[in-house]
């Protein structure tokens, strides 16, 4: 076994402490590392300045472009708000003159003062209702629209330009107004 006699215990504690001093001896005392980490600490001191310049830098630029967007959207409203002004005022004479021309009618449509006017070709029941709120209830109100009352028509129903033309409104309102049912079947049917 190891270490039996006070001999050998003293020479292990006189070699312990030589290995001491030997270390002692040839350490350089820390210098280098405090120099070390005082060169990590600079470093990463500068890193946090350029990181928290950037983040200004950035926070500066989205404020920049909240503000442009908020520009933007105030227009946006604007113009929204200018266009439908202006339909409106496209509508009014479209839809007065459609009440003007529904009123001075008989009011003898088949279903309590207004006539059918799915019958007609292009016109579907949504359509109808739409056309109903406007004022527009018989085929003599629509064989009265003027050409400027049906550009406002389409628009304010928001139809192809020509709708109201190309699939002949007017002239089947005529024909289903003076009971010719039959023409109106065999031409649009």
């Known amino acids: 076994m190891l270490f039996q006699t006070p001999t050998q215990f003293a020479v292990l504690a006189l070699l312990l402490f030589a290995g001491w001093l030997f270390g002692l001896a040839s350490s350089s005392g820390g210098k280098k590392w405090k120099q070390r980490f005082r060169d990590e600490e600079a470093t990463h001191k500068a890193y946090r300045t350029e990181v928290g310049n950037d983040l200004k830098t950035r926070d500066g630029r989205v404020t920049e472009l909240e503000a442009e967007l908020a520009t933007r959207d105030s227009r946006i409203a604007e113009l929204e708000s200018e266009r439908d002004r202006l339909s409106h005022d496209r509508a009014i004479p479209a839809t007065a003159a459609a009440s003007a021309t529904a009123s001075s009618g008989s009011g003898s449509g088949l279903f309590g003062g207004s006539d059918h006017l799915t019958r007609i070709r292009g016109i579907d029941s949504d359509l109808e209702h739409a ?22 028509l389409e628009d304010d129903l928001r139809l192809r330009p020509g709708t109201i033309d190309r699939d002949q409104w007017r002239e089947q309102a005529s024909l289903l107004r003076g009971g010719h049912d039959d023409d109106h079947r065999s031409r649009w049917n």
């Open 131 to 152: 056309l109903g709120q406007r004022g527009i209830k018989t085929y003599r109100a629509i064989e009265q629209l003027t050409e400027a009352d049906e550009r406002a």
